[in-house]
């Protein structure tokens, strides 16, 4: 079955501390993204990416790092120096007609 | 820049039917989708339009109009289920693959 896969579906993480969240699609879509969602909030773009090898900022990247070495996968990192990480981050990929969504991943700071 | 805006939340009764709209603002365009969400839950996806009219897909339909800056999404016979946000976004073409959300419209389905 085609379609996107975002692990771990929870996340703790001790103030501090970088961490990578895994975004891996097989729908063979060119296009990838990064949102963040907070609570009772739309979508925030954190950064984008067309091609392999290539990435754009998106309306909060500050924070934020990404990386497009394979076609398939899209990992995000949150790092030390953003200061507010706690939220539920989406992962998308879109060819044309079609984005989809992976399942999101929780992440909150203790 | 971009701009999408949509109601913040909305309540319709079981078994009426909702019009849920978006307007934006966008430097192109390529494209519109809807999506639902359910709370806690990723958006799934629900709707795309590029040219102007509506789309239909059993109960959800789909319009929209490039020169207004328009599109709305219509719910019809309404079920339970159907309670969770909706959200807008716009491909801004030109180029870019940049896809940008509204904020979502709540919407309640009341008994």
């Known amino acids: 079955d085609g379609g996107i896969t975002q692990s771990p579906k929870y996340l703790f993480r001790k103030e501090g501390q970088n961490v990578t969240l895994s975004c891996e699609q097989n729908?063979?879509?060119?296009?990838m993204y990064w949102y963040r969602q907070d609570p009772g909030q739309g979508l925030r773009l954190i950064y984008y990416?067309?091609?392999?090898?290539?990435?754009q900022k998106g309306d909060i990247a500050e924070g934020y790092s990404v990386s497009r070495e394979k076609k398939e996968s899209f990992p995000l990192t949150v790092t030390s120096a953003q200061k507010n990480p706690t939220a539920f981050y989406l992962c998308?990929?879109?060819?044309?007609?079609?984005?989809?969504f992976g399942q999101g991943t929780r992440l909150t700071v203790v | 820049g971009q701009n999408i805006d949509q109601p913040t939340e909305m309540t319709a009764t079981e078994g009426a039917i909702v019009q849920i709209n978006c307007t934006y603002q966008?430097?192109?365009?390529?494209?519109l989708f809807w999506y639902q969400q359910h709370a806690g839950e990723a958006p799934t996806f629900l709707s795309y339009?590029?040219?102007?009219g509506l789309e239909e897909k059993g109960r959800f339909s789909s319009f929209l109009s490039r020169s207004k800056g328009y599109s709305y999404l219509l719910l019809k016979e309404l079920q339970m289920k159907d309670s969770a946000s909706y959200l807008c976004?716009?491909?801004?073409?030109?180029?870019?693959?940049?896809?940008?959300f509204g904020k979502g419209t709540k919407l309640s389905v009341i008994p």
């Open positions: 990416s067309q091609i392999v090898n290539d990435f």
């Open positions: 998308a990929s879109k060819v044309n007609t079609e984005a989809f």
């Open positions: 966008t430097s192109g365009f390529n494209g």
């Open positions: 976004a716009v491909s801004p073409g030109a180029g870019s693959y940049q896809l940008t």
């Open positions: 729908l063979n879509h060119d296009a």
């Open positions: 339009n590029v040219l102007d």
